[in-house]
Nanobody
C-alpha cells in the first residue's frame, strides 16, 4: 500500500516562491513516475509537472514552464515542486501522484488516469 503525503503549501504574495514536498512510503518509489497536479475552485484537476522514475526526464504544463521545477530524491523517497514567480492564477490545492507502472524508465505522462496513488493535497494561495 502506497501512501503519499504533501507538505509546504501556504499563503504567498504574487511574485513569491514556495517549495512543495511529497513523501512516499509503502512502495518501490524508485520505479514510479511521479507527478504534481492542481485543482482550483470550480476547475478541473490539471497537470502541473511530472518526472520519470530515474529523474532524468521532466515534463511541465505550459502555464508553469520556466517558473516551476520538479525534482526527486529516490534515496529519501521524496519528490518536490519548487514554485517561483507565483501568480494568483496558481492558487489551488496541489496533489502529488505516483504512476506505479510507467511505460519505461524515462516515461512521464500528463494524464491523471495514468497515476495510481494520490496524496491528500496541500493548499497554495497566492495573493495579489
Amino acid at each position: 500500500q502506497v501512501q503519499l503525503v504533501e507538505s509546504g503549501g501556504g499563503l504567498v504574495q504574487a511574485g513569491g516562491s514556495l517549495r512543495l514536498s511529497c513523501a512516499a512510503s509503502g512502495g518501490t518509489f524508485s520505479t514510479y513516475a511521479m507527478g504534481w497536479f492542481r485543482q482550483a475552485p470550480g476547475k478541473e484537476r490539471a497537470f502541473v509537472g511530472g518526472i520519470s522514475w530515474s529523474g532524468s526526464n521532466t515534463y511541465y504544463a505550459d502555464s508553469v514552464k520556466g517558473r516551476f521545477t520538479i525534482s526527486r530524491d529516490n534515496a529519501k523517497n521524496t519528490v518536490s515542486l519548487q514554485m517561483n514567480s507565483l501568480q494568483p492564477e496558481d492558487t489551488a490545492d496541489y496533489y502529488c501522484a505516483a504512476d506505479e507502472n510507467p511505460t519505461n524508465w524515462w516515461a512521464v505522462t500528463r494524464a491523471s488516469g495514468s497515476y495510481d496513488y494520490w496524496g491528500q493535497g496541500t493548499r497554495v494561495t497566492v495573493s495579489s
